[in-house]
Nanobody, 127 residues
């Protein structure tokens, strides 16, 4: 089992950057694929990006590809989401999630495929 805690959210102007971090406690962080999701008011939670166990593969939703970068440090039990060129549409609560069942080659993109979730951190992008 793993416990997840996000940090780094806040208020930023459009065009700015934020770096979210997710700290994991518990055992065997390196055995989990990790994902970042977000949920805006009145909308469903959506996949933003993910990274496989060893960090060898990353995946992004089209709307953030080229602007966001997912990375992980298994020695420090952390996963990060670097967000650049932020837009007002990026405003949401951002969650990190862990998947222990998926393939080591693919970070999955459905919420039901992740077994563990953090509490979320708010990101607000002003225009």
């Amino acid at each position: 089992q793993v416990q997840l805690a996000e940090s780094g959210g806040g208020l930023v102007q459009a065009g700015g950057s934020l770096r979210l971090s997710c700290a994991a406690s518990g055992s065997m962080f390196g055995s989990y694929n990790m994902g970042w999701f977000r949920q805006a008011p009145g909308k469903e939670r959506e996949f933003v990006g993910g990274i496989t166990r060893t960090g060898g593969h990353t995946y992004y939703v089209d709307s953030v590809r080229g602007r966001f970068i997912v990375s992980r440090d298994n020695a420090k039990n952390t996963v990060a989401l670097q967000m650049n060129s932020l837009k007002p549409d990026d405003t949401a609560v951002y969650y990190c999630a862990a998947d222990r069942l998926g393939s080591s080659l693919v970070a999955r993109s459905n919420t039901y495929e992740y077994q563990y979730w953090g509490q979320g951190t708010q990101v607000t992008v002003s225009s």
